[in-house]
């Protein structure tokens, strides 16, 4: 009786085990290479930063326009400016504020018309808050 319960639970963790393992490394398996054709198509040489984005942060509407080495922001009708960079490879930028104060000081590019937030640690807001570009 002992032989033939052992059997059945080694075939039964066989069986499940086996299954679950293929489900996974399907559904991984797209997933892993959706993320590696988007990480492919972003050259941090082509982000275009330069233009006017508008979108709410915080409950707040923002304003932020780049220019060649400035940004001026209007969070809910309150101005603030200063110089922004790059950080790391480009796909961050970061905002040095010289006059106001500011609610979100770093920007991940996620596509040609779209920067999101991210908090001092660089981490996404969740739920996840952007800009969009209104004009070049």
């Known amino acids: 009786m002992k032989k033939i319960l052992t059997l059945l ?18 559904s991984s398996g797209n997933v892993e290479y959706a ?16 233009g006017t984005y508008k979108g709410k942060i915080n409950g707040k509407e923002v304003e932020l326009i780049i220019n060649d080495e400035t940004f001026n922001i209007s969070e809910n009708g309150k101005h603030a ?17 010289k006059s106001g104060k500011i609610s979100v000081k770093n920007w991940a ?20 808050q952007y800009l969009k570009r209104v004009k070049k």
Request: charged share 25%; glycine share 8%; hydrophobic share 30%.
């Open 9 to 26: 639970f080694i075939g039964f963790l066989a069986f499940s085990c086996g299954k679950k393992d293929k489900n996974n490394a399907d």
């Open 109 to 128: 590019y996620s596509d040609s018309n779209t920067w999101v937030a991210l908090t001092d640690s660089l981490t996404y807001f969740e739920p996840e």
């Open 81 to 97: 400016n200063g110089s922004w960079q790059k950080v790391n490879d480009g796909t961050i930028m970061g905002l040095s504020v």
């Open 35 to 50: 993320a590696d054709e988007d990480e492919e198509n972003v050259n941090p040489e082509n982000i275009q930063y330069k």
